[in-house]
Structure formats: structure tokens, C-alpha cells
């Protein structure tokens, strides 16, 4: 059985609709790329499986169960975890706090402050610093460690490369290929076409709020996935998990 | 040496404007709500205590057994059934609700307690006009000297529960971010109507000292709001040790005021809190800021 699974979500911004009809599995241990132009939709949907966002219309079901009306909270408790977009720190609070705030949910599992700290080494000097004065990379790694707190079944990757230098990108990526690499599963939006399709198994293209491209990150050509960034191929098979 | 004393009592009474601060400073750092209510609900509670010291003959600091979680759940309450409400349709509307609410207080008071001028100093023996001598011919009230002690305690307590324990860091992060402490797994809705029951907490608190140290009727809130918000706003609204120092300060320039002029008392105080409002908006540090700002673009 899929661990995550969506059908005919629609999720409204006043009267703009950012996600329209998506229906989608992510299976365990997968880790499933999501891209697509400004504006396509991706942040919206992953806040919308998160709970920041009320589906308008449609179902979520996580490992089976309904939790389309849950509270953010209580997903947290199911094992959903989102780093969101722009990192969104207690940026008064330390790198230490900021970490150990996660663990509200009181969800078992293997991530502690220290081990968060040996999976993002950068982290281990700063650990007492408040989250303002951190570089963007260290942010990035606090953001990833919170959630990780919360020791998620589903973990999902809002555009983690934002704003940080090539380098800080590079040390992202490879402890999101380590968690990967543990059997993580991972749902990204990312804008670097060439990173997404290294680190994911699969592929699914964004426009205009649907899902206009979907595929196995090996197969799909690059073309393919332009066509459909651009809105080439606008009639192209909403694709459902294969 | 009467100047001297002047200050010493400045400062003992700091402590009692640190503690009705106290209330109004935590809701406002946590939930960016004024909560206009807080002097009325400060009021409410002394009566409490009046009323079981009243009828029932128990000490108030007894009494505050079960007074001090009442007003928890009135707070509890009120941020479930008002501030929340309110709080959703705009930064303004708490303001307003809580300004009715004050009026709806004051007057169920009157109606319940009537007009008269009540007290809690006659049910806890000498306490209310006992002293210690400082020497030089000196004098301290008892009194003053367990509100100042009180409102370190309080003020002190509530800054180590934030700082060290995960409700404390849960409500700092709310405070923060309340979008954003949900995706970490915190309830805020939770998290908020905890701490306006601690802020309900400290205002029963600050209720018994009112009572302890001075008279109240049904419309004394009004007052105790002004000293509130001007000990709040001296010190640096959110924070409990600027509370502190702002309580200390008013304190200090009513009772230096009141040395120099009998009708010196409240016009010093508010001359001081208006000094610091207009400093904050149009002082040196603004003024800094913006030719810093005028200066790099």
C-alpha cells in the first residue's frame, strides 16, 4: 500500500485555485521529485498534504488512513513533516531549541539533538546560537534537522537549495542523499531540474496547479520534463503512479 | 533621608507595578494581544478574595488556592471564547472586545458588589501597615517588601519556565511563529490558551496585592490598567525583567514626584512614561535609524 495518497485534491487561495484535481502515490522509501514553474502549485500542495493549507476538495490518506480535515498538529503525530519554504526558523531561539521544540508531538523514534548534530557536522560549533545569525546553508540544515525531530514517516522538502551558495547546496544534498539513503521517504520540490533527477526516483511535473507530467526519473527525458515545465504538451496524461 | 526613603519606597512600589504589568507584558509578548480587561479582571479577582475572606473568614492567601486556578480557567475561557474569536478578524478587534469586556466586568461588579469601597488589609492582621526599621529613623512597609519579593519571584519563575521547559519553549515559539510551530507539532490554539491562563494567573495575583495594599470598588480597574500599561511600556513591552525595570521606574518617579509636590504622584508617572513613548518613537536610536537608513539607501 502507498504511504501517501491523494485523489482529486483541489486547494483554493480565495478565489485562485493553485491545485487543481491532483491525484498522486508516493510509496515507501520512494523519494519523489516535484517540479514546475513559479506559481505551478508545488508549495501549495506539499502545504496542502502538511495541513497548512485546507483542501477544498479531494482526500488525503496517510498509510491508509483519512486526514484531509486533520490538524496540522496531529499529522506531525502521524509522522508528516514539511520544511517549509524560506526555512521559517525561531530565529530568536537557538539552534538547540529550535530543534528540541519538534519533539512536541512526542513521536518515537531515532532522532535526537546529537544525532541531528552527526548528520549536519556544520551544526555541531553553532549549537548554542540563536537561528538569526546563522549562514543560509546552517539554516537550511536546522530547518531539515527540525523535522527530522518530529522523526517522520513522510518528510517533505520545500525548495531546499533557496538562496543558499552552490556549496551550502552541495552539503544539503548530500545528507538529504544519507536520509535517502536510510530509506527516507522523501517528496521535494525542487527547481534544479539536474539535482531533482539525481536524487529521486521519480519525477512529476507541475502546470498551472496539476500534474501534466509524471514518470521514472531514469526514463524521462529532459525534454519531456521542459516540454511540460513550459506548457508545451498542455494535453499530455495526468499521470497516476505507476 | 527622606529622599532616600523616597526612592526606597519608589522602588518596593515598582515591584507591585512590575506585578500587574506582569499579566498585560506576557499576553501582549506571547499573543500580541493588549488585553484592555487586564485591570478589570485584576479587580475581579480581589473581589473573590474579598468575598471568601468576607463570608467565609478564610485568609486570603489561603483563599488563593482556589482563586488562583479560577482565574487560570476564566483565562483559559477567555482566549477560547473571546481573544481567539476576535484575534482572527484583525489586530484591532481584541482590543475592542476587551474594552467591552472591561465595561461588562466593571458593571456586573457594581451590580453584584454595589458601590462600596472594600478592602482586604483588615483580614490579614498588622501585615498592611507593619514595617521594618531601616535605621536613620527610616521606615519600609512589611508589605512592600513581600510585593516587591513577590513579583521577583513571579517575574523571575515565568522567565526560567520559558527558557527551560518545553511548554516554555513552545510558547516562546508561538509567539514566534504560529503558522510554523504547527508543522513542528505543537496545538497553538493549546499552546495560547495555556498562556493566557498563566497571564490570568499572575493578574490574580496582582489582584490580591491591589487589594492587600490599598482599597478597590468596582471601577478601580481603569487605574491599574494605566499603571500597568505604563510599567509595561517603560520597560519594553514582551519583556518580564524590562517589566521589571519599568515597574521600578514608575515607582520611583511617582513617589520622587509626590516628595517634591503633594499632587506630584500620578503627573510624574505619566510624565515619565510619556518621555519614554515619545524617546522610543522620535529618540536617538529612531533618529539613528533612519539617517543610517537615509545614508546606505
Not at chain 1, 500500500?1 to 498522486?24: K, P, T, W, Y
Not at chain 2, 485591570?39 to 473573590?48: D, E, I
Amino acid at each position: 500500500m502507498s504511504l501517501l495518497s491523494i485523489s482529486g485534491l483541489d486547494v483554493r487561495h480565495g478565489l485562485l485555485q493553485a491545485v487543481r484535481e491532483v491525484s498522486l502515490l508516493v510509496n515507501q522509501g520512494e523519494t519523489v521529485a516535484l517540479i514546475g514553474a513559479n506559481g505551478a502549485g508545488k508549495t501549495t500542495l506539499l502545504r496542502a498534504i502538511a495541513g497548512s493549507h485546507r483542501a477544498t476538495r479531494g482526500q488525503i490518506h496517510l498509510d491508509g488512513l483519512d486526514i484531509t480535515r486533520m490538524p496540522t498538529y496531529q499529522r506531525v503525530a502521524r509522522g508528516i513533516a514539511l520544511v517549509p519554504e524560506g526555512r521559517r526558523l525561531f530565529a530568536a531561539m537557538t539552534v538547540e531549541e529550535n530543534l528540541q521544540i519538534a519533539r512536541a508531538s512526542g513521536r518515537p523514534g531515532e532522532w535526537t539533538v546529537d544525532r541531528v548534530m552527526e548528520t549536519f557536522p556544520m551544526l555541531k560549533a553553532r549549537r548554542k546560537a540563536r537561528c538569526g545569525t546563522l549562514s543560509g546553508g546552517e539554516q537550511q540544515a536546522t530547518a531539515i534537522g527540525r523535522a527530522l525531530m518530529t522523526n517522520p514517516r513522510l518528510l517533505l522538502l520545500d525548495e531546499v537549495s533557496l538562496g543558499l551558495s552552490p556549496l551550502a547546496v552541495d552539503l544539503v544534498y548530500k545528507s538529504v542523499e544519507s536520509l535517502i539513503a536510510t530509506g527516507a521517504t522523501i517528496l521535494l520540490v525542487e527547481q534544479d531540474l539536474k539535482r531533482a533527477l539525481k536524487v529521486a526516483n521519480r519525477v512529476m511535473c507541475m502546470l498551472e496547479g496539476r500534474i501534466v507530467v509524471e514518470g521514472d526519473a531514469k526514463t524521462l527525458t529532459r525534454e519531456q520534463i521542459t516540454d511540460a515545465y513550459f506548457g508545451h504538451q498542455k494535453r499530455a496524461q495526468t499521470g497516476m503512479a505507476p | 533621608m527622606s529622599l532616600v526613603s523616597a526612592v526606597i519606597e519608589g522602588v518596593l512600589l515598582g515591584g507591585y507595578y512590575a506585578m500587574i504589568a506582569c499579566g498585560l507584558s506576557f499576553m501582549f509578548g506571547v499573543m500580541r494581544i493588549i488585553n484592555l480587561a487586564h485591570g478589570s479582571l485584576a479587580v475581579v479577582a480581589a473581589f473573590a478574595l474579598w468575598y471568601i475572606a468576607d463570608r467565609l473568614e478564610y485568609d486570603p492567601f489561603l483563599s488563593l488556592i482556589v482563586v488562583l486556578p479560577a482565574m487560570g480557567a476564566i483565562g483559559w475561557l477567555l482566549q477560547r471564547g473571546i481573544l481567539e474569536r476576535s484575534a482572527r478578524s484583525g489586530e484591532l478587534v481584541p482590543i475592542l472586545s476587551t474594552f467591552g469586556l472591561a465595561i461588562v466586568i466593571e458593571n456586573a461588579l457594581f451590580e453584584f458588589f454595589g458601590a462600596d469601597i472594600r478592602s482586604l488589609a483588615p483580614y490579614v492582621g498588622s501585615l498592611s501597615y507593619d514595617s521594618f526599621d531601616i535605621g536613620g529613623g527610616a521606615f519600609i512597609g512589611e508589605l512592600a517588601v513581600l510585593t516587591f519579593a513577590a513579583a521577583i519571584l513571579l517575574l523571575g519563575g515565568l522567565q526560567l519556565f520559558l527558557t527551560y521547559t518545553p511548554l516554555g519553549r513552545q510558547i516562546r515559539a508561538t509567539a514566534e511563529d504560529p503558522d510554523t510551530v504547527e508543522l513542528v507539532g505543537v496545538n497553538s490554539r493549546f499552546v495560547n490558551a495555556v498562556a493566557a491562563s498563566i497571564a490570568l494567573v499572575t493578574v490574580a495575583l496582582a489582584g490580591l496585592f491591589l487589594g492587600l495594599r490599598a482599597n478597590f470598588d468596582p471601577y478601580a480597574g481603569s487605574l491599574q490598567l494605566i499603571f500597568a500599561f505604563e510599567a509595561a511600556v517603560i520597560g519594553g513591552t514582551g519583556s518580564l525583567w524590562g517589566t521589571l525595570l519599568g515597574g521600578i521606574v514608575l515607582g520611583v518617579a511617582q513617589t520622587f514626584g509626590a516628595h517634591v509636590h503633594p499632587q506630584g504622584f500620578l503627573l510624574t508617572g505619566h510624565a515619565v512614561f510619556l518621555l519614554v513613548l515619545v524617546g522610543r518613537v522620535y529618540g536617538p536610536g529612531q533618529f539613528f535609524r533612519t539617517y543610517l537608513k537615509s545614508k546606505l539607501g
